[in-house]
């Protein structure tokens, strides 16, 4: 198994956290959510950050999290949905971590959406058409990957299950 730690990229709702999470436990791996520990250290949820610092701030820190977090060896680590948009952080996950891209079809993740508006700050206030136009338009910063698994018809289990797998072949 890869000594690297694990990156986990993909669209808000995919599963990063809790795909990365039950890779962690079955690899016997520490676990890091970027999103969890910005929280943590700004004491407030995310679409909290969003409102009172705006998204500039949060992605500085999300930024500096992921230099902090990549240093390390043998972690599984998953990333915002949106952090790839920021060319340095690609560049600091893609030469130090294996990245896995999660990939779900929009036909899938549409049925997601009740889960997800209350906690994603970048989906609030948008219709469906508007959230399909996002879709589309971030999928370009997750062509940069090691490993693309794709979680249509997958439960988390599975879907964790085929990333260790993947893991094994490279
Ligand atoms: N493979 C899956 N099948 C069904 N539901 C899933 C799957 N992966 C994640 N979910 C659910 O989707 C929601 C978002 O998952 P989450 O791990 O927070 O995504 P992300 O971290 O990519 O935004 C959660 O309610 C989670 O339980
Ligand atoms: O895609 C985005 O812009 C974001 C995704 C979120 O993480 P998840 O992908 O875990 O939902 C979180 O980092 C923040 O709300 C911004
Ligand atoms: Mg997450």
């Known amino acids: ?30 676990f890091v959510d970027i999103d ?39 972690l599984v680590i998953s990333v915002g949905g949106g952090a790839f948009l920021q060319e340095e952080v690609k560049y600091l996950c893609l030469s130090s971590a294996v990245v896995v891209f999660l990939n779900i079809s929009w036909d899938t993740w549409k049925d997601r959406i009740y889960f997800l508006t209350r906690t994603r700050p970048n989906l609030q206030g948008k219709s469906i058409e508007e959230i399909k136009q996002l879709f589309i338009e971030r999928q370009p910063i997750y062509k940069d990957h090691h490993i693309k698994i794709d979680t249509d018809n997958l439960n988390i289990g599975e879907a964790a299950y085929k990333v260790i797998n993947a893991l094994g072949t490279i």
């Open 1 to 30: 198994m890869v000594k690297k730690s694990i990156v986990l990229i993909g669209f808000m709702g995919v599963g990063k956290t809790t795909v990365g999470k039950e890779i962690a436990r079955k690899l016997n791996r520490n």
């Open 36 to 74: 969890h520990v910005i929280e943590r250290e700004f004491n407030m949820p995310t679409t909290e950050i969003f409102k009172e610092y705006g998204e500039e701030t949060f992605r500085k820190k999300e930024k500096e999290l992921i230099k902090r977090y990549t240093q390390h060896r043998k």
